[in-house]
């Protein structure tokens, strides 16, 4: 089949695309607002943008609260702009209802931290809190907000992305130094009002005489860890 978005002509119970993009990671994002009240909502349209500095950006869709009112913007994208900062926390299968709650449409001056029963934990680098349940925050300066015509009347997507300036991982999302997704299960969107989460990892080489190319696992030259990374490389085309 083949159809065109702008004419919304796919025959299908449901409009397929969002299912064509998977899985999306859902960046759990604190804000805080000019008043001082905390804000989370999740945005499944939220990803790394960039490594050297980091980069991560999350998309709000312009709510059009009444018929016939302007859109606005989503209070996430407000309080990041207003106050130039915000936190991408990790979503976890264990804290997937508290994902789902914490999407609910709210007036700015509830707290919804408290409303989902989490724990607020200070940042380093930033005022807004993050989410002390979620085993990775990064903390973000905003960097910019792009504007993206939406096909609804008067809608937008107001893209915010935000420079990486600090991140927490807790030691027990950690296993031998390494990040560990089965232990931590990462909650990502699919389409519908389907999800899934990380129960299985492989590892792959590069393609035949790039199999290692230094810098992709992360590893630095000068760092302590590099015999390690080439010990574990070593094992790895091993088959061990
Ligand atoms: C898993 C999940 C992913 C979502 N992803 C997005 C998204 O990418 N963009 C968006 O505008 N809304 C998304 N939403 C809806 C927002 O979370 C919801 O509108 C929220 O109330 C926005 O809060 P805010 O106005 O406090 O920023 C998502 C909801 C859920 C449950």
């Known amino acids: 089949m083949f159809f065109e978005p702008r004419k919304d002509n796919h ?15 859902i960046g759990w994002i604190t804000t805080l607002s000019h008043a001082g009240l ?19 950006f999350f998309s709000g869709s312009g709510a059009i609260d ?6 606005r913007r989503k209070d996430s994208v407000v309080n990041a702009e207003d106050t130039g900062e915000f936190v991408y926390n990790m979503a976890t299968y264990e804290l997937r209802n508290e994902v ?6 709210v007036p700015p001056d509830v707290d919804e931290l408290e409303m989902c029963g989490l724990t607020p934990a200070s ?25 993206l015509p939406s096909n609804s009347p008067k809608g937008v997507h107001h893209v915010v992305i935000g420079e990486v300036v600090g991140i927490h991982i807790n030691e027990e999302a950690l296993t031998e130094g390494k990040v ?27 393609p035949k005489g790039e199999e290692f190319r230094p810098g992709q696992i992360g590893e630095h030259k000068d760092s302590k860890h590099w015999n390690r990374v080439e010990e574990e490389w070593d094992k790895f085309k091993n088959g061990k």
Not at 66 to 71: F, H, L, Q, V
Not at 100 to 105: R, T, V
């Open 180 to 206: 560990d997704w089965v232990k931590i299960q990462p909650l990502a969107r699919m389409g519908y009002m389907d999800y899934t989460h990380i129960t299985k990892v492989f590892t792959m080489a590069g």
């Open 123 to 147: 940042c380093n680098l930033v005022k807004c809190p993050r989410v002390l349940e979620s085993p990775i925050n990064l903390e973000c300066k905003h960097h910019s907000t792009l504007t």
């Open 100 to 105: 789902n709650l914490s999407s609910k449409h």
């Open 66 to 71: 009444g018929e016939g009112s302007e859109p």
């Open 38 to 56: 905390v804000n989370l909502a999740p945005f499944s349209i939220s990803n790394q943008l960039a490594y050297d500095p980091p980069f991560v």
């Open 11 to 25: 025959g299908l119970p449901y409009n397929p695309f969002k299912a064509c993009v998977v899985p999306r990671p």
